[in-house]
């Protein structure tokens, strides 16, 4: 046995036993997302390195603590890829467990699927100190419950996370950035008849922005496929874009793929802080049918519609918790302002659970941690 995950075993027992909290992390890139985390940290970062990699197989297995930098260039090597584009905030980048526990995804979550839909197994310590297994390499290898894709998105509280199994996808042959001057309204129903086409989108994003003089409003789409088929797909695009008065243009691919990182990694400048020092940034889930929404300030748009981020105070939690509701969403207080994160976190970080859904997360998590090692709260709960 590792020696390094006898270690993980012993520090939950005694924990279980002296009913500690422990609050797993890793580079702790993703720190700032969720309640404030409860207990003594137990770093897991040093818990990596690549298990199995199956190029033909489309299948990878590494431990929690590999750095995703690491994980995807390897990948790169053979071609292939993380499609969902899991964000790296902060220089270290953030892990491969850190990475399936928060479940967040980058521009092309809204055409290829989300981490958990990548999420083949899991090896994990529960509460109990007890080493389970769940999924395997494959895609058929579930009969009931999905315990392995439960872990995506669960921050932590359901036990630590010591190995996954990931499929991945070649990178695709072609790929093309349109950049559109429309506004708002006019690129979100633009965006709505795109995607009802067979076309190859795979990422959005519409932004006002500040900086230019005057200022402007600019829609950027991204298609990925076979060469034929994206080529079609601009000439189609950007002709109905012309046919509406609003100009287009192509952007160079190295240029745009630096754009779409910094979006996932929410470099953009629409990311600082700068231009609203009392404001919080908020993330905000809705179908991406929903319309134009009146909120405190012009928001950042992707997933063809289906995510939104604003710059607003705090104070705006029960409006925009209720407008995204009225929507059939929700909003996220994702960043604090810097010196107020206790101020700013009173509203709550997460809109609350529905009681049903509450009381099943609690049975859950009762069921994996019955000494509560890992309620952190992070979640909320």
Known sequence: MNVLLQEFKDRIRV???????????????????????????????????????????????????????????????????????????????????????????????????????????????????????????????????????????????????????????????????????????????????????????NASCWVHDDSAQPAQDFLFVRLRGAQAAVEAACLRMANDVQQQGFAVSRMDNADAAGDWQACADQKLPFFQPDPAPQACLWRLSLPPTAPVLDLPSSPLIEWHGGLRWLWAPASEAAHLRDLAQRHGGHATLWRTRPGHDAEDRRVGVFTPLPPVQQKLQQTLQAEFDPHAVFKTGRLGL
């Not at 309640?35 to 990596?48: A, I, K, W």
């Not at 299948?59 to 790169?76: I, N």
């Not at 991945?168 to 950035?177: G, I, M, N």
């Open 15 to 201: 924990a279980a036993e002296t009913h500690q909290t422990l609050s797993l992390q890793g580079h702790g890139s993703k720190a700032f997302y969720g309640e404030t985390p409860q207990g003594d940290t137990l770093d897991v970062s040093g818990y990596s390195g690549v298990l199995s990699y199956e190029p033909s197989e489309l299948v990878v297995t590494a431990r929690a603590g590999t750095p995703l930098r690491e994980l995807e260039a390897l990948l790169a090597e053979k071609g292939q890829c993380l499609p969902f584009e899991p964000p790296h905030f902060g220089a270290a980048g953030g892990t491969l467990g850190g990475m399936v526990a928060s479940g967040l995804s980058g521009p092309a979550r809204v055409s290829v699927g989300s981490v958990r839909d990548y999420v083949l197994g899991v090896s994990m310590l529960n509460g109990r100190a007890e080493e389970l297994r769940f999924g395997g390499q494959v895609m058929k290898n579930v009969a009931g419950y999905d315990v392995s894709r439960v872990m995506a998105g669960a921050m932590g509280t359901l036990g630590m996370i010591t190995e996954v199994s990931l499929k991945v996808l070649p990178k695709a042959p072609a790929e093309a950035t349109l950049m559109m001057a429309m506004p708002q309204a006019q690129a979100l129903q633009q965006l709505h008849r795109w995607v009802a086409q067979p076309l190859p989108l």
